[in-house]
């Protein structure tokens, strides 16, 4: 087997600002989505509620080949195993789909919180280091409410709020590639 070549640092940058534009777009239609239909468990919500983490697993596999970063593995792990907990816990019900993904959100978002950590010198990271301390508390709410829990409509508010934190990220990624192609600077002063 031969080793294959790592992208370099620039191309890195571009192939995940792409992937933060794609992860906004899906989240934001995610959300407006699930915001209709999330207070009962019917087979749209449940599509859905499966399909988000899901498409966690597909961009971390994306992610994991551009950035060759091996920590993705474990958000790949973490996103297949939310979704079969979902499709497990939405034939119980509410309460046991908020646990689930609240146990989800919380490790999820601890994993996020590292990979944006040990990526700061990218740039363009300050959003993705926010967004996975708010998921860690976001599923830590959902887990000490879904007791109470009667409507799913709040993973709505989760996902758009990610889905933001995605585009600010993206943002961030296109001005640090503009200043470092058009000066010497490096890519960590665009942050």
């Known amino acids: 087997m031969t080793a294959t070549p790592a992208a370099s640092p620039a191309s890195t940058v571009d192939r995940l600002r792409r992937l933060y534009f794609v992860r906004f777009i899906f989240a934001a239609a995610w959300a407006a989505t699930f915001a209709g239909v999330g207070s009962s468990l019917d087979a ?4 859905l509620l499966i399909l988000y983490p899901a498409f966690d697993v597909a961009a971390a596999v994306i992610d994991e080949r551009s950035s060759r970063n091996p920590v993705l593995y474990v958000n790949m792990t973490l996103s297949a195993a939310a979704a079969i907990g979902i499709a497990f816990a939405s034939t119980d019900d509410i309460p046991a789909v908020l646990r689930v993904w609240g ?3 919380i490790t999820a978002g ?3 919180l590292f990979v944006a950590i040990k990526r700061r010198a990218m740039g363009g ?7 996975g301390g708010i998921s860690v508390v976001a599923g830590a709410s959902f887990v000490i409410g879904a007791s109470n829990g009667t409507s799913m409509k709040g993973l ?4 758009a709020l990610g889905g933001l934190f995605f585009l600010i990220s993206a943002v961030r990624l296109l ?7 058009s000066t010497p600077a490096t890519l960590s002063q665009a942050r």
């Open 44 to 47: 749209g919500a449940i599509t």
């Open 103 to 105: 146990a989800w959100a």
């Open 110 to 112: 601890l994993v996020q």
């Open 125 to 131: 990271q300050w959003a993705m280091i926010l967004s």
């Open 156 to 159: 709505a508010g989760y996902a």
């Open 175 to 181: 001005r640090a590639s503009k200043t470092a192609t």
